[in-house]
């Protein structure tokens, strides 16, 4: 578990819901979001964050065998990822320290906290059970 | 590295959507499906089509609640929602992107990819916008 071990590798921030706009006033939602890139800015300055976008609500999917496209996600929902951060801090609670200043934390976002991994874990799987097996 | 200040073509984020196609497979298949996705991504990157990308660790928290702010370990209720991935492409059609797309090799296991045009603004910032010139419109 990664939540004591630093991990060089850094932590991505993934928000979740994009239906917060509901039931907000211009004002309201203009101040959320200036909380929001004043957020992002200091970050930055401080050298945690690296990169963050926020994405368009509409989008494709591609799922299956036969490379189905549907539309997704939907427009307004909780599940949804309307964007992220990417962090350069060495372990899960900074990390998480980070989240709970969220702006949108209020208004029912939610924020995935994730380790970025060095290579794919899959891969990083195999080879250790195959290490394992040659002993 | 791309953030909210940019004033390039935004490109396209592809969010890979894992369950655990692999654990059906042997080792040796799923050696092979590395492989091939390994190669995929360094072709666009090679193309100029992708930056690099980051595979993610499967545990993880989420932060949530307006004032408790509830600290829950991991995602995740669904596996097959979880997030193993992402990339980012430089491509300037969502068209491109979807065929790129549609060309990774772990989409016949049963993953899927979310294909997300990367916002010039935050679209809440756009909506408030809108909002102010309603109000203004109704008080008028």
């Given at each position: 578990m990664s939540t004591q071990n630093p991990n060089q590798n850094g932590y991505m921030l993934l928000f979740r819901?994009?239906?917060?706009?509901?039931?907000?006033s211009s004002e309201e939602l203009q101040k959320v979001t200036d909380n929001w890139m004043a957020w992002f800015r200091r970050l930055t300055e401080e050298g945690k964050a690296v990169a963050g976008n926020p994405l368009e609500r509409e989008g494709k999917i591609v799922s299956g065998k036969d490379r189905v496209v549907a539309d997704g996600p939907?427009?307004?929902?909780?599940?949804?990822?309307?964007g992220y951060f990417l962090l350069d801090v060495a372990t899960m609670e900074e990390a998480v320290a980070i989240a709970?200043?969220?702006?949108?934390l209020p208004y029912g976002i939610r924020v995935e906290v994730r380790p970025v991994a060095g290579e794919c874990p899959i891969a990083a799987d195999i080879r250790k059970e195959a290490q394992f097996a040659q002993v | 590295m791309q953030n909210m200040n940019t004033e390039e073509q935004n490109g396209y984020m592809l969010l890979f959507r894992s369950?655990?196609?692999?654990?059906?497979?042997s080792h040796d298949e799923i050696q092979k499906v590395i492989n091939q996705n390994t190669a995929w991504i360094e072709g666009l990157i090679a193309e100029g089509k992708a930056k690099p990308g980051h595979a993610l660790h499967r545990d993880g928290a989420t932060v949530s609640g307006k004032d408790g702010r509830i600290v829950s370990d991991g995602?995740?209720?669904?596996a097959k929602e979880v997030i193993g991935g992402f990339l980012l492409l430089n491509v300037e059609t969502i068209a491109e992107a979807i065929a790129i797309a549609q060309r990774?090799?772990?989409?016949?296991?049963g993953t899927s990819i979310e294909v997300r045009p990367v916002a010039e603004e935050c679209p809440l910032d756009v909506r408030a916008r809108e909002l102010a010139r309603q109000e203004q419109f109704a008080s008028a």
């Open positions: 819901g994009t239906d917060l706009r509901k039931g907000l939907f427009a307004e929902s909780k599940e949804a990822i309307g709970t200043d969220c702006p949108g | 369950n655990e196609w692999y654990e059906e497979l995602p995740f209720p669904e990774s090799p772990t989409l016949a296991y």
